[in-house]
Nanobody, 123 residues
């Protein structure tokens, strides 16, 4: 599976942004997918995940209520809608896919990663 993330950019606090992650290769719909981010000098942080069916979603407390994960299996694409952005959201955002996972918060459980897209939120 190859993943390509896009949609990052420079926005102001309070703005919204939607990230996309296009998958190619093996059957996209069977993989649980997730979004992570990494700010300078910090560890990679779990944000949100969605199982292949789309029936189960989980969010980090830091983004719950502001970010929404979704996927369109027909388009092999996953999204992260980010609303009410704050400067602390500034980071490189990564999409990831796992063959399967036990702990969706652990980045080591993911087998495939996109290249990352930079989101910068100015105050």
């Amino acid at each position: 599976v190859q993943l390509q993330a896009s949609g990052g950019g420079l926005v102001q606090a309070g703005d919204s942004l939607r990230l996309s992650c296009v998958a190619s290769g093996r059957t996209f719909s069977t993989y649980p997918m997730a979004w992570f981010r990494q700010a300078p000098g910090k560890e990679r942080e779990f944000l949100a995940t969605m199982r292949w069916s789309g029936s189960s979603t989980y969010y980090a407390d830091s983004v719950k209520g502001r970010f929404t994960i979704s996927r369109d299996n027909a388009k092999n694409t996953m999204y992260l809608q980010m609303n009410s952005l704050i400067p602390e959201d500034t980071a490189v955002y990564y999409c990831a896919a796992a063959n399967y996972y036990n702990n969706y918060r652990d980045s080591r459980e993911y087998n495939y990663w996109g290249q990352g897209t930079l989101v910068t939120v100015s105050s």
